[in-house]
């Protein structure tokens, strides 16, 4: 059983914050598969395109056959633990600052035999489900969980380790005003969030819905604007050191393409959505890459929201797309710096909002609370990649089939 | 086809350069002092010398390729094996073909390895890539975590205790403390076996080798030029060598001498009865277990009552890792493969002086080497025999 | 000769005082909100380029970015569409003898205090009149509200039906346009009240100042410093090429103590 995981204690302030450090990181580009997997919370193993053997570890020719078509496939999740132990000497130090640490050898329903961490609520002989997680290196690792969901299996240290929950945690949403903000904030709250601070831009301009938050317990709104450099200083001085997840809900977006499009709004859409994440990423971004490692409540995910049209534009929103796609650009860039810290950069896809700047588009689209729980759901599973909405799966596996054909598609060249 | 015999072709010149916990000293000069001493051994100058096998996991960035140059080598006999616990069996056996074919007259079979401060945590890391990819992310136990593993299905499969395996361990204390080379120097009881700190549970504390720097040798030659030479020798009568056995189990329960055991003591002309005296790969109890049942001195899963049936000791009725084996000698990385080996022909050659098991005429060297994910892939064994025998 | 030098002796010794009428340029100082479909206004920001570091080490400066309607600014005829054939009516084609002139300050603040939609109308005009003296040609004529002393929130004062804040008629617009005045200015967001859309024609002040090639300041602060008359306005916008309008730093010459 594992035990509920406790609000952490104020922290002794003449005590170092622990500094983080990170499980083993280098990886085959093989393997590279189980990572980007673990980004979108799929189950995916190598499977020979000839013979159909599932194979693993990951490889470059077909452990049966010597075919070398392997295509990553999602895998059936089901498997028994055969084999486990709990290491109590490890020389790598994360590792070593964890011991002890379980792990276990399961065979696969699917066929091949993997080692992988095992879920404090399973041992040898159990039926497990097995599932791909991103770890602190942020690399995909196997996890073997009960098959049946058990109490509060979230907060088990494993699972702590690698996923972003916010039960426990501090989260800075970035823009108040933003639709989503408010069913974000019941959404966090519902998972556990301790406390949530809640970014206002140009205080000076009354909104409707300002209120309603303001009258939240334990959440505040605190003066932010991520056009102003001066503004995310001062905040990260404030709540800096006690911002254990950042979400980025500021966005600007004007409908138009490039021909009868406006450069005032192309350049506020680049300074907010591409700059601004910016600016938010070097004003907290350091601060929470050394909390990594601080606790319970230890620093976990900074998530930027994205319009699937990042992958390849909609000409109606066409420069839009362009400062999405910029973004996008950014957040790998920061994955990268972040990955030396194991902060999570996590990116929601979001097809067209129910909201005024798409209000004239024919649906589906995806509502402020839709967006919200797709948010918080991803913080759960420690996701790198969510994709929210039916329009943004469908336009991302478009979009991985082959992206020339979903330019041509989307830019009017599809019956 | 039947296989055919290593006849007229011997080991001889074993040589062990003491272990150290932890040197300085680089791959390179271990290996150079263990060729030095068994060359001495054979009276022979580094110019004769025409055929040198090696086995290293820390020349880098040098290869044996390199050590020719570094040791003023002129060879038409160059090989490296890279198989960790099996490098002395398949060195032999390699070597013995090369020299019975007329291919090189003498060849040096010789491994070492440096053992510096942090270094075993470096050559873990880059040990191969399925570790690398699929086993060192989850909690970097490195082969305890494995063995551990193995240990773990072994017990629950076949109904091993603890104490099983402690006999192993406890007999080959015995034995070493007879070593005056053995880096564990003093006794070990069952009880401080039993209560030792765990490591990767079930594994604890001395099931475990210590890491250390050190180096092995011996000299594969002619029968003929051993006696101009005046050197004990002895004779190889049977090998095998397996990769990657059984890899449908889903757990290593067996290794690949269960394909090749039989073929084994065909060429060698015996039975498991006649052996005298057994060295096993020992870098975990539970693998030392699992040859005695591959390599048939009794069923399988039947290992646990086998040791609580025998005495392993030097002067037991299963003499069985006579130095101490690397549980209480060290684990000198590659040289870890040729300690066995180099015992071996020790007695068999009645040269092992304090650790010499009586009228050792037979012995049986069983090598297993190189977890590349979640089991050990080379196996291999040979039977040799006394010169005189 | 002598009047400057006058002045230079009535500057030193403190009989003639420099007001600042300027709010700090500050990226929280409002700007004024249009629908989301239009363009906008651009907040006033700084971006470091260097502090005496890695990226210049003895030097540090900004990048501004900022409208020409940002914090306190001056406003050309050619800003409005009644304004743009105006002749020479962008500020870098303005005379610069426009930019200094006499200005006379109408004191509505205990109205505006009362109401924030309240309206400077021809009897306001004609009873300050009647107090001061009829406003000379060529003045500035100034609006007090103490807006300026408003809280950020309440200065815009936006709400649901857009913002709240006082302004001049279309009358009194015209009214002020008959008297020959030189430009409007107030301490509001525009020249024109919040609700100014809703007079015909929309935002008189912009409409018919503009049209008649005057001027117009705003966000204008420190009236509550200036006599109804007798000072000296200094408002010169930056010489920008067909600029419409311009940030700038506007200083009143007042009577001092010693005069």
């Known amino acids: 059983m594992t035990s509920p995981l406790k609000p952490p204690k104020k922290k002794d302030p003449q005590k170092r914050s622990i500094v983080p450090t990170l499980p083993p990181l280098g990886r085959s580009r093989a393997a590279l598969g189980l990572t980007v997997a673990a980004a979108e919370g799929r189950f995916a193993l190598q499977h020979c395109a000839e013979c159909g053997t599932v194979q693993y570890p990951p490889r470059d020719a077909c452990t049966h056959c010597l075919s070398v078509e392997l295509d990553w496939r999602d895998t059936p999740t089901g498997g028994t633990v055969i084999a486990e132990t709990r290491i109590h000497a490890s020389p790598d130090p994360y590792f070593r600052e964890r011991l002890p640490w379980r792990m276990g050898t399961v065979k696969l329903d699917a066929g091949p035999v993997a080692l992988a961490h095992l879920h404090g609520d399973v041992g040898r002989g159990d039926r497990v489900r097995l599932s791909l997680h991103l770890d602190k290196a942020a690399q995909g690792v196997i996890v073997a969980l009960p098959t049946e969901r058990t109490d509060v299996m979230e907060d088990d240290p494993l699972m702590r380790s690698l996923t972003a929950h916010p039960r426990h945690r501090r989260i800075l949403i970035t823009d108040a005003r933003a639709p989503v903000t408010l069913p974000l904030i019941h959404a966090l709250q519902k998972a556990g969030a301790s406390h949530v601070f809640v970014g206002e831009a140009e205080a000076w301009r009354r909104w409707p819905g300002r209120a309603a938050i303001a009258a939240l317990e334990n959440v505040s709104i605190m003066p932010l604007d991520v056009t102003d450099a001066d503004s995310l200083q001062s905040l990260a001085g404030e709540i800096g050191g006690k911002t254990d997840i950042l979400i980025n809900t500021a966005r600007f977006i004007r409908p138009g393409g490039v021909l009868g499009g406006d450069t005032v709004f192309a350049r506020d859409e680049m300074d907010v959505n591409v700059l601004g994440l910016m600016r938010l990423a070097q004003s907290f971004g350091p601060g929470m890459a050394a909390r990594t490692a601080d606790g319970t409540n230890s620093a976990a995910a900074f998530v930027n929201i994205l319009s699937a049209h990042a992958l390849s534009p909609d000409p109606g929103y066409g420069v839009f797309a362009a400062s999405q796609a910029a973004a996008r650009s950014l957040s790998q860039t920061l994955r990268a710096e972040f990955s030396h810290s194991g902060l999570r950069m996590m990116n929601v896809y979001v097809g067209p909002t129910d909201d005024e700047w798409h209000q004239p588009l024919p649906p589906p689209k995806v509502t402020p609370a839709a967006l919200a729980r797709s948010i918080v759901d991803g913080l759960i599973e420690g996701l790198e990649e969510v994709y929210c909405g039916d329009v943004a799966r469908d336009l991302a596996e478009r979009w991985r089939r082959d992206p020339g054909v979903l330019e041509r598609e989307l830019t009017g060249g599809g019956a | ?389 | 000769m002598s009047v400057l030098s006058d002045m230079a002796l009535a500057l030193a010794s403190g009989s003639v005082r420099v007001v600042d009428l300027t709010h700090r340029l500050d990226p929280d100082f409002p700007v004024i909100i249009l629908p989301p479909e239009f363009g906008q206004c651009a907040r006033f920001r700084m971006e470091e380029v260097s502090a005496y570091d890695h990226r210049g080490p003895a030097w540090k400066w900004h990048n501004l970015t900022l409208n020409e309607h940002t914090g306190t600014h001056f406003d050309a005829p050619v800003h409005w569409i009644s304004g743009r054939d105006v002749p020479n009516g962008a500020v870098d084609e303005i005379a610069p003898e426009n930019f200094v002139g006499p200005v006379v300050v109408i004191d509505c603040s205990e109205g505006a205090a009362k109401n924030d939609d309240f309206e400077l109308t021809p009897e306001v005009i004609e009873a300050w009149e009647a107090e001061h003296g009829p406003i000379p040609e060529g003045a500035w004529v100034l609006m007090r509200t103490d807006w300026s002393k408003r809280e950020p929130i309440d200065y815009l004062n936006m709400q649901e039906d857009g913002p709240h804040s006082p302004g001049p008629t279309p009358e009194a617009v015209k009214a002020l346009l008959e008297r020959g005045i030189r430009g409007f200015g107030a301490e509001t967001v525009g020249t024109d009240a919040g609700q100014g859309s809703h007079y015909t024609p929309p935002y008189p002040a912009h409409y018919f100042l503009h049209g008649a090639g005057k001027f117009g300041l705003q966000c204008l602060t420190n009236l509550d410093q200036l006599p109804p008359t007798g000072a000296i306005l200094i408002a010169a916008p930056l010489k920008i090429r067909g600029g419409t309008g311009s940030p700038l730093r506007v200083l009143a010459l007042v009577p001092g103590k010693a005069s």
């Not at chain 2, 094996?81 to 390699?94: E, F, K, T």
């Not at chain 2, 401080?192 to 594994?203: C, E, F, G, K, M």
């Open chain 2, 1 to 389: 086809m039947k296989r055919q015999s290593y006849d007229g072709v011997v080991l001889t010149a074993p040589v062990t350069v003491p272990y150290v916990r932890y040197s300085q000293e680089t791959a390179h000069w271990w290996i150079a002092r263990a060729l030095r001493g068994a060359l001495d051994k054979a009276g022979m100058s580094p110019r004769e010398l025409d055929g040198f096998s090696v086995s290293s996991f820390t020349l880098f960035p040098d290869t044996p390729v390199g050590l020719t140059q570094h040791l003023g080598l002129t060879l038409r006999y160059l090989d490296t094996i890279p198989m960790g616990g099996a490098s002395s069996v398949v060195a032999a056996r390699r070597a013995a073909r090369a020299v019975q074919a007329g291919d090189v007259d003498v060849v040096a079979c010789v491994a070492g390895d440096a053992n510096r401060i942090d270094s075993f945590r470096r050559l873990l890391s880059s040990f191969s890539r399925f570790s690398m990819d699929a086993a060192y992310p989850y909690g970097y136990g490195g082969p305890n975590a494995n063995f551990a593993l193995l240990t773990d299905a072994y017990m629950a499969e076949y109904g091993a205790t603890r104490e099983d395996f402690g006999r192993i361990a406890v007999a080959q204390r015995d034995n070493a403390l007879r070593n005056p080379d053995a880096l564990m120097k003093k006794p070990l009881t069952m009880e401080q076996y039993l209560s030792a700190r765990p490591v990767s549970d079930p594994i604890a504390l001395f099931d475990c080798v210590m890491p250390c720097a050190g180096a092995e040798a011996f000299l594969v030659m002619r029968e003929n030029e051993a006696e101009r030479r005046g050197l004990p020798f002895a004779r190889l009568d049977g090998t095998i060598e397996r990769h990657n056995a059984f890899p449908d189990d889903p757990i290593q329960l067996r290794g690949g001498w269960a394909m090749d055991a039989d073929e084994l003591y065909e060429m060698s002309g015996c039975a498991p009865g006649d052996i005298d005296l057994m060295q096993t790969y020992d870098d975990y109890p539970v693998i030392s277990m699992m040859q005695f049942e591959d390599l048939g001195f009794c069923a399988k899963g039947e290992g646990p009552a086998f040791v609580r049936g025998h005495d392993l000791t030097i002067e037991g009725d299963f003499p069985h890792n006579t130095s101490g084996g690397q549980l209480s000698v060290g684990q000198a990385g590659a040289a870890g493969g040729y300690l066995g080996m180099v015992e071996a022909i020790r007695q068999v050659t009645d040269e092992a002086g304090p650790t010499q098991v009586k009228d050792a005429a037979r012995a049986l060297v069983s090598g297993f080497g190189m977890i590349n994910y979640d089991r050990g892939v080379c196996s291999a064994a040979a039977i040799i025999s006394g010169g005189n025998a």
